[in-house]
């Protein structure tokens, strides 16, 4: 046995509990993206479930190339799960793979200095005040808006609307990351620390404007803890009769929102309540932004988003929905490349925006 080998046996990387779940039946199949984008086993939950065994039990060395790259083209959507009658979490075992397949310097060069931002809560203050994101508010409740690391620049409208949509909702702008980001790139225990610290940080009950911060949080500290914007929204009653000219709308799941947290008839309520809702067939898969995928896989985030682009074009939509930044700023890139005259918003800032 080679000391590859040897090492890869003695480190123990996946739950063995979670690693003997998979019976390798081949449901997870046809719910794969990267399946069906090369039609190769091993680019498919059960192909990959495959190699992480031979890597538990040194069959396959840690720095095999394959695993490498299968640990890298997966999007970690877990639309495998919804469809696995073992119920397998294989989202949980695609971050204990990562973890060894992406620690320290093997760890994607583009996701570093990402992860160095996020371990600053001082740096993603700054960001939220140079960018007017949501400010400091106590209230008497202990319901608390979580304000994401990179919305808070990218997209610092979410959190003011959801601010202004719900004005018991505390703001402590001095929280710091979820540690979503961390997890889902080959720092499992960061990403635990963090989703804790948070917890204690903000008290009660914590809502969220991104499924996957939502789906990573709750994991760690609890569901019951844990709301998603689009959940928050339905239960206080926001307002949601429909303008005189219902717009066309449309909406793409967060797939750690629907497929971690089972959340995806809310959005889609207050849609139907508020406009013309139009179904996508693919609006419950991948986008090809899952985190930091559209960065590290370009070419095949790009592949799995034009037949997206396309499917949206073919609807014929004033507005695309989306409930995760992530996936926001996707389908903003996809839709303007496409000169096209559907217009992606945030659930939030579409609902906000319809009042006066």
Not at 214 to 236: N, T, Y
């Amino acid at each position: 046995m080679s000391e590859d080998t040897t090492s890869a046996v003695s480190k123990n990387v996946f739950s063995k509990d979670l690693l003997d779940a998979c019976i390798s039946c081949g449901f997870c199949l046809p719910a794969c993206p990267t399946y069906a984008l090369t039609g190769q086993e091993q680019s498919s939950p059960r192909g990959r479930i495959t190699l992480m065994r031979m890597l538990e039990t040194g069959e396959l060395p840690a720095d095999d190339s394959t695993l490498a790259e299968e640990s890298s083209l997966c999007l970690g959507c877990r639309a495998c799960e919804t469809v696995c009658p073992a119920g397998v979490q294989y989202g949980h075992l695609l971050e204990e793979w990562r973890d060894e397949q992406w620690s320290g310097s093997k760890r994607p060069w583009i996701v570093r200095p990402l992860l160095q931002v996020a371990n600053r809560k001082w740096v993603l203050r700054l960001l939220g005040l140079a960018r007017r994101s949501a400010r400091k508010r106590d209230t008497s409740t202990q319901t608390t808006l979580m304000l994401g690391c990179f919305e808070r620049a990218l997209f610092p409208s979410v959190s003011r609307n959801l601010a202004a949509l719900d004005p018991t909702l505390a703001v402590d702008p001095d929280q710091g990351c979820c540690g979503a980001l961390h997890a889902h790139n080959g720092d499992l225990e960061q990403g635990r620390d963090l989703a804790r610290a948070l917890g204690e940080r903000l008290p009660g009950t914590i809502v969220t404007t991104s499924g996957g911060c939502a789906a990573h949080l709750a994991d760690v500290i609890g569901r019951d803890r844990v709301v998603e914007a689009s959940e928050w929204l339905l239960k206080q009653n926001t307002d949601t009769a429909k303008t005189e000219r219902p717009l066309r709308v449309g909406l793409q799941d967060s797939c750690h929102l629907r497929n971690g947290l089972g959340v995806w008839q809310e959005p889609r309520e207050l849609l139907g309540r508020t406009a013309t809702y139009v179904e996508l067939p693919s609006a419950g898969s991948c986008c090809g932004a899952a985190g930091t995928y559209a960065l590290v896989r370009k070419k095949e985030s790009k592949a799995i988003l034009a037949k997206k682009i396309a499917e949206i074009e073919a609807a014929d939509l004033d507005l695309v929905i989306a409930v995760n930044p992530g996936c926001l700023r996707q389908l903003q890139t996809g839709l303007r490349k496409s000169k096209s005259r559907t217009k992606a918003v945030h659930i939030v800032d579409y609902l906000r925006g319809r009042q006066p």
